[in-house]
């Protein structure tokens, strides 16, 4: 059984939303070179991104504001 603390949940929340802050930046730059393959890879690792800050607040209990 592996034991979570408090501040290694803050930490994966904390990393969770800076890697969703560097895929709207990503999706940003893509949309910018108008090259379809580009934006469609970036729109999916938003939505990765979101969906990993998404499971990171629910298990640490927290939401972002």
């Not at 890697?19 to 890879?41: M, N, P, R, Y």
């Amino acid at each position: 059984m592996t034991m979570t603390t408090e501040s290694d949940q803050t930490e994966r929340v904390e990393l969770a939303a800076h890697k969703l802050f560097d895929a709207e930046c990503a999706l940003h730059v893509a949309h910018q070179t108008h090259v379809d393959a580009w934006v469609d890879a970036a729109n999916r690792k938003l939505h990765d991104a979101i969906s990993d800050l998404l499971a990171a607040e629910a298990e640490s209990g927290s939401t972002s504001s």
